[in-house]
Nanobody, 122 residues
């Protein structure tokens, strides 16, 4: 599975951005896809994930009510709509996929995209 993330950029605090992740290759398995982020000097952390089989989602507490993960079954794409951005959301955002049981655990994901940088200015 190859993952291509896009949509990062510069936004002002309170603004919005939409990230996209396109999956290609072997995608017939019941994958979950998720977004993680890594700020400078910090560990990569869970942001949101969606299970492909039933569309169930999970969001980190830090982004609940501001970020929403969604999918496009036909295009095999995952989106992360981000509203009310804060400077602390600044990070490289990574798309990931895998046959995961616990969606918030990065070690469960087998495939990772290259990352897209989101910078939020105050």
């Amino acid at each position: 599975v190859q993952l291509q993330a896009s949509g990062g950029g510069l936004a002002q605090a309170g603004g919005s951005l939409r990230l996209s992740c396109a999956a290609s290759g072997r995608t017939s398995s019941p994958y979950a896809m998720g977004w993680f982020r890594q700020a400078p000097g910090k560990e990569r952390e869970f942001v949101a994930a969606i299970r492909w089989s039933d569309g169930s989602t999970r969001h980190a507490d830090s982004v609940k009510d501001r970020f929403t993960i969604s999918r496009d079954n036909a295009k095999i794409m995952v989106y992360l709509q981000m509203f009310s951005l804060k400077p602390e959301d600044t990070a490289v955002y990574y798309c990931a996929a895998g046959n995961v049981k616990f969606m918030q655990m990065k070690r469960e994901y087998d495939y990772w995209g290259q990352g897209t940088l989101v910078t939020v200015s105050s």
